[in-house]
Structure formats: structure tokens, C-alpha cells
Nanobody, 127 residues
Framework: QVHLVESGGGLVQAGGSLRLSCADS????????MGWFRQAPGKEREFVAALSRTGGSTWYEDKLRGRFAISRDNAKNTVYLQMNSLKPEDTAVYYCAAQNTIYHGRSVYDADDYDHWGQGTRVTVSS
């Protein structure tokens, strides 16, 4: 079983940083590619970043590359999203998601290709 719990969200001023965490209380964390998505008020959920089950490969939404960094610690069953130089347009609820790697032909960019989701953590960036 996979049970994802995000933390680390909050209110930050523009230009500041936050690090989000997503912990899995299950025992199969290393079998999953992990992704972060976000949903701003009135907008659709969008891809932020993802990484392979070993962390050796990473993918980013192009406009976020360089400001955001995804990482994981399989020993702690946790994936992180370091967010720097935050902007008001980064305000959203951020979700982590797990994609079982036993299935082939799936996309890390597509929310529909993820199997488990956390409840989300809210990030608000003030100007």
C-alpha cells in the first residue's frame, strides 16, 4: 500500500524558498516514480516535476526548471520539492503522486498515469 502525506507548504514572500516533503508510509516506495503537480485557483492541475524510482532521471515543467528541484530519499520513503525564487504565480495546492513502474508506456507528465496521490499542501506566495 502507498499512503502519501505532503508537508512543508505555507505562506512565503516573493523571492523566498520552501521545501515540500511527501512521505510514504508504505513499504514499496522505491518501486514508484514520483511526481509533483500543482493546481492554482480556477486552473487545471499541472505537472511540476518528476523523478525515476532511483532518482537517476528527473523531468521538469520547462518554465520551472532552474527554480525547482525534485529529489528523493528512498531510505526515508520521502520525495522532496525544493522551490526557490518563488513568485506569486507559484501559488497553488501542491500534490505529490506515485506511479508504479511495473507498467510500461506511461508518462510522468500525465496526471492520469499516476496511481496514488497525496492530499495536497497549500503554497501561497505574496507579492
Amino acid at each position: 500500500q502507498v499512503h502519501l502525506v505532503e508537508s512543508g507548504g505555507g505562506l512565503v514572500q516573493a523571492g523566498g524558498s520552501l521545501r515540500l516533503s511527501c512521505a510514504d508510509s508504505g513499504h514499496t516506495f522505491s518501486n514508484y516514480a514520483m511526481g509533483w503537480f500543482r493546481q492554482a485557483p480556477g486552473k487545471e492541475r499541472e505537472f511540476v516535476a518528476a523523478l525515476s524510482r532511483t532518482g537517476g532521471s528527473t523531468w521538469y515543467e520547462d518554465k520551472l526548471r532552474g527554480r525547482f528541484a525534485i529529489s528523493r530519499d528512498n531510505a526515508k520513503n520521502t520525495v522532496y520539492l525544493q522551490m526557490n525564487s518563488l513568485k506569486p504565480e507559484d501559488t497553488a495546492v501542491y500534490y505529490c503522486a506515485a506511479q508504479n513502474t511495473i507498467y510500461h508506456g506511461r508518462s510522468v507528465y500525465d496526471a492520469d498515469d499516476y496511481d496514488h496521490w497525496g492530499q495536497g499542501t497549500r503554497v501561497t506566495v505574496s507579492s
